[in-house]
């Protein structure tokens, strides 16, 4: 067995904000399958001390910046758990990034890089019975770890980053230097200096033995001056050193056949069971019957899910026969537009504001379609649920979407690949345009039903990228030091 230990600020089902916690989450059974033994580190947030039972102290700190901390090990819902417990950084309600008044917590730079170090101090073997052969650090809140491993030359621990989304850098006061503890000689370019201040994901880009990113597409977006959010340079420089692995999807939770937020379960054999679905939606979101494609979007209502012009092409999206179905919440002034939009569209346009598990399952299974403009994705997880649902995704071409999807041309629809339709470009005309083109196809029954059965069919479990992941874990343990 190999030994990973996953280092996180999330992991679900302890604690989730973001694709990064299912990933953390799901990753550890899926990898025993392939010989990986995976462990996870998080910081000891309120949730994670609850959930863990029995554990024991293996390794203490008479003062982790600025108070004293331990590491408990024990079983917490499934995971091999090594909490953090430092009250003094970690024992806050709510938000585990953000303070109350809704911005960051002043100290974050302390919290995140003492999840570094001890990470870092795990992997030295400090704690008593277990050696680590990998570190896998998951964002910026793990990524100081490999800083710490890079400067210390006693150790040899194998770092692993992934990077969920570049858009979070943890960028800091060059003035926290002196406070890390690292050897005057990181304040480099070459080290943990980012344009002049300090930078998290940017150490963690600079010395981990590994970068990965959630899909090959953005892997390559993240190169270039367009997506690389100011570290294009540096990503280009690891190129060689750089893997895009997709996430999977949970297939049980996940599951139309056996969906209990559905009104109606289904399968490939049955897709008339999508039938009261549909009906269950046009109910809640007071939606009248139409012949032409039912869409749906599952999402946070932000620039980079491109709602912005979702909600300033949406006359287009009636004009074309379409209906739309919208959960989501995010900026206050997107919101706006939609509600406007139902307003204007009553009985064409719906739209629930908010955060609703099961809404986003009945969509699925109901919808024709689930609409995802998004101008940058680094995975993307409702183009999956939607392929396993038999709604039919509605995709940019742009990283994961573009690696998951394979549009509706005219050489898929002949080969009987399709299983969506892609678009190019995120802007008001592009999606008038593809509007029109699934409405055109969703006239076409049988077409149709091939695309939906053709996304059935798909495996998007963690199966394959477990395997990748495991692949990559020997790969990297085996590498040389220096
Ligand atoms: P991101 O992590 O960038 O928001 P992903 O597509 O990777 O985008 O993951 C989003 C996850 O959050 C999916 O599981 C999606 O179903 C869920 N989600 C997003 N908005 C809502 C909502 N308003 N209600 C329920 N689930 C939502």
């Not at 394979?406 to 969506?420: E, H, K, Q, R, T």
């Amino acid at each position: 067995m190999t030994s990973v230990l996953a280092v996180a600020s999330e992991a679900y089902p302890l604690l989730k904000t973001g694709g990064l916690a299912d990933v953390v989450g799901a990753l550890p059974p899926a990898l025993k399958a392939h010989g990986i033994d995976m462990s996870v580190m998080l910081p000891g947030y309120p949730a994670v001390m609850k959930a863990l039972t029995g554990g024991k102290t293996v390794l203490s700190y008479p003062d982790l910046f600025g108070g004293p901390a331990r590491v408990i090990h024990g079983p917490a819902q499934g995971f091999d758990l090594y909490a953090i417990d430092a009250p003094h950084l970690y024992d806050r309600p709510g938000n585990p990034y953000v303070a109350p008044g809704g911005s960051d917590w002043p100290d974050n730079w302390m919290r995140f890089a003492a999840l570094g170090r001890v990470a870092a101090d795990a992997g030295k073997g400090l704690i008593s019975g277990y050696r680590v052969q990998v570190l896998h650090l998951h964002d910026w809140q793990a990524a100081m770890t490999a800083a710490y491993v890079s400067y210390d030359p006693d150790n040899s621990a194998r770092t692993i980053l992934t990077v969920h989304n570049l858009a979070f850098q943890g960028q800091f006061a060059a003035s926290i230097f002196p406070e890390l503890g690292l050897p005057q000689s990181a304040f480099a370019l070459e080290g943990i200096e980012y344009y002049g201040d300090v930078g998290f994901l940017k150490a963690g880009l600079q010395c981990a033995d590994w970068i990965t990113t959630v899909s090959p597409t953005y892997a390559e977006e993240i190169c270039t001056p367009g997506g690389g959010m100011g570290l294009d340079g540096l990503l280009r420089l690891r190129r060689g050193t750089l893997t895009g692995i997709v996430n999977g999807i949970d297939t049980e939770i996940w599951n139309p056949e056996t969906d209990k937020n559905l009104a109606k379960t289904y399968g490939p054999g049955s897709l008339k069971g999508r039938a009261p679905n549909k009906v269950a939606i046009e109910k809640r979101f007071g939606l009248e019957a139409g012949n032409g494609p039912l869409f749906c979007v599952v999402s946070r209502l932000t620039w980079q899910k491109g709602m912005d012009i979702l909600a300033a092409s949406l006359d287009a999206l009636v004009r074309a026969g379409g209906r739309l179905a919208l959960l989501g919440s995010g900026d206050a002034a997107v919101e706006v537009l939609f509600t406007d939009a139902a307003s204007r569209h009553t009985g064409r346009i719906g739209v629930v504001i908010g955060y609703d598990e099961a809404l986003s399952h009945l969509l699925q299974g109901g919808s024709d379609a689930i609409l995802i403009p998004s101008r940058f994705e680094p995975c993307g997880l409702t183009q999956l649920y939607g392929l396993r649902y038999g709604c039919v995704p509605v995709v940019s071409r742009v990283g994961g979407l573009a690696d998951t999807i394979v549009d509706a041309n005219d050489a898929a629809l002949a080969a009987g690949v399709a299983s969506g339709l892609q678009f190019a470009t995120v802007d008001q005309d592009t999606l008038e345009r593809t509007f029109a083109r699934a409405a055109s196809l969703y006239a076409d029954p049988k077409a149709w039903q091939n695309m939906q059965l053709q996304g059935m069919k798909m495996d998007v479990s963690w199966g394959r990228s477990a395997g990748r992941y495991a692949a990559l874990y020997r790969q990297v343990a085996a590498m040389k030091v220096g």
